[in-house]
Nanobody, 117 residues
Framework: QVQLVESGGGLVHPGGSLRVSCASS????????FGWYRQAPGKQRELVAT???????NYADSAKGRFTISRDNAKNTVYLQMNNLTPEDTAVYYC???????????WGQGTQVTVSS
């Protein structure tokens, strides 16, 4: 029903920047929440950043001050700008979309972000 296509992952040096994108197959004008999670090998999936239909943003403590989430309603796309990256940011980043509180979330296939010198 909902397809999410992620892009923008790759290899970056510590201190570098990267922007990942997630395009939704449906309109995002009225959805409950849209955002990003990540999962490193051997660790559980964790919240990185989320933006609600009202524009409220939430960030993991590790992302505050470094990452910025934004959305483009015309393109049905959410972005995550990541600055000052560290090796601890290495993970598969997953796009997350929840249409309403009654819907289970939809997930993208993930895009690999590797921070290494």
């Amino acid at each position: 029903q909902v397809q999410l296509v992620e892009s923008g992952g790759g290899l970056v040096h510590p201190g570098g920047s990267l922007r990942v994108s997630c395009a939704s197959s449906i309109s995002i004008l009225d959805i409950y929440a849209f955002g990003w999670y990540r999962q490193a090998p051997g660790k559980q999936r964790e919240l990185v950043a989320t933006i609600t239909r009202g524009g409220t943003t939430n960030y993991a403590d590790s992302a505050k001050g470094r990452f910025t989430i934004s959305r483009d309603n015309a393109k049905n796309t959410v972005y995550l700008q990541m600055n000052n990256l560290t090796p601890e940011d290495t993970a598969v980043y997953y796009c997350y979309l929840r249409i309403t509180i009654l819907h289970s979330p939809s997930w993208g296939q993930g895009t690999q972000v590797t921070v290494s010198s």
